[in-house]
């Protein structure tokens, strides 16, 4: 029996709870996954941090990061945005495995630092765009692969929230460019360009140029606990078009503006000889047509034969978004004690990073512009 992977996790608030809860999952579900150790987990509330690793089972708590980087197997780097590229990085140069929330950096030139540190590393560099890890997904990428959808024709997503429609709502580091790096682009647009890559890359080829818009609808907001306001200085909804290398058509676009969705990622893909559509707010299914049908068919992707079903519970009975979490970390944590690859690498968010910041320069310039 090899050792059990030491883990320490930076950040214990939204992401450092859902990957706590797919660590804690690992050993019922996934019982062939590597042994881990929550080792360490770190942030600068003490009094937070020690409820925190109460709750999600690590064994200590560390406030400064580079007190931990060496000392453990894998470094999970669940941060803002901008704590992503120093410690990934310091990580990867001490040999540690990293796992880093997505977007991979706030710039491109951050997340070129961070792609180039992976490559020179020997360690295990992966980036957590979990939606890959949805069964209907991996479903829909075989669907694709084995040509069931024929030649690419067009690509369409869009990830719509609405949790700062209210313009009193609080200021918060996701709306500071400097903290966050862009707003709805990278925090939601991130997720969907990654999701059209994963699905149509092998068969359309790459997104060679864009033209994109943003759009911040309110300038300012309240800082909790206080009187002050401060300004947000990120988009707060974008669209973008997209042309793909085999000349196929994209259209993206996400918002924290859009009333009455609360979490509604979608993706519909159209060929010649079929299409699918599929929905996060229904993610045990996918529309699919193929074939001489009509019209769509409701496939629910819940059989012991659909991938990481077979897990879980008898066919039919559904999972949830945490579920994704899991898988992605079974994946992640594989690939970390065998030594093997991973995907989505820190390559692969590094490409993402690409088109991002296309749709940003496209914007400025009002202009098409080429994906470098």
């Not at 320490?8 to 939204?14: E, H, I, N, S, T």
């Not at 295990?124 to 209907?136: Q, T």
């Not at 949830?320 to 989505?344: D, I, K, Q, S």
């Not at 692969?348 to 088109?355: C, G, L, P, S």
Request: include cysteine; glycine fraction near 8%; hydrophobic fraction near 40%.
């Amino acid at each position: 029996m090899s050792e059990p992977l030491k883990v320490g996790v930076l950040g214990y608030r939204f992401m450092g709870k859902a990957h706590s809860n797919a660590l804690a999952r690992l050993p019922m579900f996934f019982p062939e996954a590597p042994e881990v150790e929550r080792t360490v987990i770190v942030g600068r509330d003490e009094e937070a941090l020690a409820d925190a690793a109460d709750r999600f089972g690590f064994e200590s708590t560390a406030t400064d990061w580079r007190d931990i980087v060496d000392d453990v197997d894998v470094f999970y780097n669940l941060g803002p945005n901008h704590l992503h590229a120093e410690p990934s990085i310091a990580a990867l140069d001490a040999g540690v495995d990293v796992f880093c929330e997505k977007p991979l950096a706030p710039t491109l030139e951050e997340a070129k630092e961070m792609r180039d540190a992976a490559r020179d590393a020997d360690a295990v560099a992966g980036c957590a765009f979990n939606y890959r890890f949805v069964p209907a997904i991996q479903y829909a990428k075989g669907l694709i692969e084995d040509g069931e959808l024929g030649e690419i024709h067009h690509v369409r997503g869009r990830y719509l929230q609405d949790w700062l429609v209210d313009p009193e709502a609080p200021w918060a580091w996701r709306m500071d460019k400097d903290l966050a790096g862009s707003g709805a682009l990278g925090d939601l647009g991130a997720h969907t360009v990654d999701l059209a890559r994963f699905l149509v890359g092998e068969v359309a080829g790459d997104i060679t140029r864009v033209s994109g818009h943003l759009q911040t609808f309110v300038d300012e907001r309240p800082v909790p606990g206080t009187d002050e306001y401060k300004p947000v200085t990120v988009d707060d909804a974008y669209t973008a078009q997209a042309e793909f290398e085999n000349g196929a058509i994209g259209s993206f676009e996400a918002s924290r503006f859009a009333n009455g969705h609360k979490n509604d990622h979608t993706i519909e893909i159209h060929g010649s000889d079929g299409s699918l559509k599929f929905s996060l707010e229904r993610l045990n299914e996918l529309e699919v047509k193929t074939g001489d049908s009509r019209g769509y068919e409701t496939v629910l992707v819940t059989d012991e034969s659909d991938p990481y079903v077979d897990h879980w519970w008898p066919p039919g009975h559904v999972i949830g978004w945490e579920h994704t979490f899991v898988h992605e970390n079974y994946e992640f944590l594989t690939a970390a004690a065998e030594g093997g690859e991973f995907h989505p690498s820190f390559e692969d968010a590094y490409e993402v990073q690409q088109v991002l910041d296309a749709i940003e320069r496209s914007d400025e310039s009002g202009e098409w512009v080429a994906v470098e």
